[in-house]
């Protein structure tokens, strides 16, 4: 069974995950990533050539791709969630947490990205807070229902939310 992490953007699926496969000696697969590397494109690229949608088609590819795998760490992209094959794939083989934070705890993370080189492309077109709390009221009971378990990581260190998951995980997925 595959451990599937869910969330907003920067809500920490991508380092969290990371810690987790290593402490569980799992292998560990981010589904943007995985995305990058099929088309040869950042997703800010494909967003901005092809949109949204087309981006979303192939996710939804991958995403059925990786549900026919064990024993993996899953960080998904922040929009996995917006399509219900999607969560249902990944739900067949995989226990899935909700990592949440706060808008103003997630724009400041979204900052440090942008400053650090790694921009994320915009969902809404308005200002980033207001960005996150509109796609947030929309998702966060899509997030809700997919979760089997939920984490807030706004005042907890990456460390410390690998460890509340590692100490929450039902029986048979420790190692």
């Not at 939804?60 to 549900?67: I, P, T």
Request: aromatic content about 6%; hydrophobic content about 35%; glycine content about 12%.
């Amino acid at each position: 069974m595959n451990i599937v992490l869910i969330g907003y953007r920067c809500s920490g699926k991508t380092e969290v995950g990371k810690i987790l496969a290593k402490e569980l000696g799992r292998d560990f697969l981010d589904t943007d990533a995985l995305i990058e590397k099929d088309t040869g494109h950042s997703v800010e690229k494909i967003v901005s050539g092809k949109g949204w949608d087309h981006f979303r088609e192939i996710e939804k590819r991958l995403v059925a791709e990786v549900s026919r795998n064990d024993h993996l760490v899953v960080a998904t992209g922040g929009g996995f969630v917006m399509d219900e094959e999607n969560v249902q794939n990944l739900k067949k083989n995989g226990w899935v947490v909700w990592l949440s934070a706060g808008g103003d705890v997630l724009k400041h993370r979204m900052d440090k990205d942008r400053e650090s080189g790694r921009p994320r492309p915009s969902l809404t077109g308005d200002n980033p807070l207001e960005e996150i709390k509109e796609v947030l009221s929309i998702r966060k009971p899509l997030y809700e229902r997919a979760g089997d378990f939920v984490v807030d990581t706004g005042t907890l260190s990456i460390g410390e939310v690998a460890a509340t998951i590692i100490n929450a995980l039902p029986k048979g997925l420790q190692g």
